[in-house]
């Protein structure tokens, strides 16, 4: 009897174009974890998104909890990031010149993140880690950098080391093409252990520049820092004069308005964003204090760089997000809808006997097919994949878009609404019981 093939995770015409588009793009994608290459399906490909719903070109539409990787706290083409966008583009795409609303945008960002009193803005989440740490660098003469296992800082050669997002999905945690002299600058320690961090200090005495951490690690799944961890991580770093960078591309005004340090009550040296701040638009910074970020080119040694950055048009897209996550009562509100949705899926995990544990910071949550908790790297690769992938299959069948990796986060938005969670739940019902057959 052979065996039944699995439903097509997709429909006729995103298999034609996903197999058109391999034909000129590697692996059909831009981006690595697009490729759905960990489910063995072709991706839908996307047509048009409008709020918390995206529809590929089969006009196959799906509630949609990646938001393309967290940036869109307000939905798909929310009418006043688009029209922001529209306005400013009207008045010219790029001038390679000083524009005022980078200054509003670098306002707005500085008046969030106590401890930051410059940033400079960029066009990634990788350009302002991968320039953060050279100014760690320049600013205490030392060239070694912590990070941890499964934490995912952008695709900068020295990073590519125990990397998590999608350099963990397809198992290259440490990429082809980065010389080994790179890479053996870059330390690594497991998340969550603090002494795991001293210890690589103290072996490594006055030649640390920086840490570098996610203060919520959104790149393995998402995991929970452990209570004292970022504050052991700040002592850590002040005791041996390293500087800390909490790398808050995913977390800053996701987890609130501002970063996720304020949360912690932790204050870092450096600060890294982006996601959110660009509101889909390619926009990014890294700030500091004045002392440190006056380092950089023009007034100091530190040369960073770039074409577009800080244009006008993604900077209109990102003061446009931030002044509607800046209401009163925003991250709240979202906060608690999606609270329910986790308690209700939770129950549906138990209905069907399958352990499941879900973790939850604001507006970005994630989950694990796990009985065991789950706090570094190790712990979530030892999650039960078939279970991830017989759920995250269904979910998409019936109409849900999650993350196509086990090592990345859902994030939630002001669009998702009573009848998108309704959609949502009857999805997970089904998803929970294609689990429990695995
Ligand atoms: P980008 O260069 O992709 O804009 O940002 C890199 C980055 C830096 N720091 C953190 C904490 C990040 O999560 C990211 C990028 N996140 C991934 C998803 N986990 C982007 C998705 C992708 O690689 O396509």
Redesign the pocket.
């Known amino acids: 009897m052979t065996k039944a093939m699995p439903t097509p995770l997709s429909g006729p015409k995103s298999r034609a174009a996903f197999t058109a588009a391999r034909k000129r793009i590697p692996g059909g994608?831009?981006?690595?974890?697009?490729a759905w290459s960990r489910l063995g399906g072709k991706p839908p490909v996307i047509a048009r998104g409008e709020g918390a719903w995206i529809e590929d070109v089969d006009k196959r539409r799906y509630v949609d909890y990646v938001l393309s990787?967290?940036p869109l706290i307000h939905g798909h083409a929310h009418p006043a990031v688009v029209k922001a966008v529209q306005d400013a583009a009207a008045k010219g795409l790029s001038f390679g010149a000083p524009t005022a609303s980078e200054t509003a945008l670098a306002d707005m960002l500085v008046a969030a993140i106590p401890g930051m009193q410059q940033v400079r803005l960029v066009?990634?989440?990788?350009?302002?880690?991968m320039s953060a740490l050279r100014l760690a660098r320049a600013a205490t003469g030392r060239d070694l950098i912590i990070k941890c296992d499964g934490?995912?800082?952008?695709?900068a050669d020295h990073?590519l080391v125990a990397a998590?997002?999608?350099a963990a999905t397809f198992g290259e945690p440490d990429s082809a093409g980065v010389p080994a002299a790179f890479a053996e600058k870059t330390l690594v320690v497991p998340y969550n252990d603090a002494a795991a961090v001293t210890r690589m200090l103290k072996k490594h005495k006055g030649q640390v520049a920086a840490v570098i951490v996610?203060p919520v690690?959104?790149?393995m799944g998402l995991v929970l820092p452990q209570p004292g961890y970022l504050k052991a991580l700040r002592a850590a770093c002040t005791a041996h004069g390293t500087l800390l960078v909490f790398?808050?591309?995913?977390?800053g005004f996701r987890t609130c308005y501002g970063g996720y340090q304020r949360i912690a009550k932790v204050r870092p040296d450096l600060t890294?964003l982006?996601?959110v701040i660009g509101g889909g638009m390619?926009a990014?910074a890294y700030g500091g204090p004045r002392a440190i970020m006056r380092l950089l080119a023009p007034e100091g040694p530190c040369y960073q760089a770039g074409t577009l950055s800080g244009n006008p048009v993604a900077v209109a897209a990102g003061l446009a997000s931030l002044k509607l996550a800046a209401r009163s009562g925003f991250y709240d509100r979202l906060g608690k809808r999606l609270t329910g949705l986790i308690s209700a899926m939770a129950k549906q995990a138990a209905q069907h006997g399958v352990p499941w544990q879900a973790a939850q910071v604001g507006t970005m949550w994630g989950w694990f097919f796990s009985d065991v908790a789950v706090t570094d790297f190790s712990s979530a690769a030892a999650a039960h994949m078939e279970r991830w992938a017989a759920f995250t299959r269904e979910l998409y069948l019936q109409g849900v878009n999650v993350?196509p990796?086990p090592?990345?986060?859902a994030f939630f938005s002001s669009a998702h609404g009573k009848a998108e969670l309704v959609h949502t739940l009857a999805a997970t019902d089904r998803a929970f019981a294609a689990a429990a057959r695995v």
């Open positions: 994608v831009n981006s690595p974890v697009r990787w967290g066009n990634s989440g990788t350009e302002a880690t934490c995912y800082h952008g695709h990073l998590g997002s999608g996610e690690a959104g790149n790398d808050e591309v995913m977390t890294c982006g996601k390619p990014a993350a990796s090592f990345e986060a």
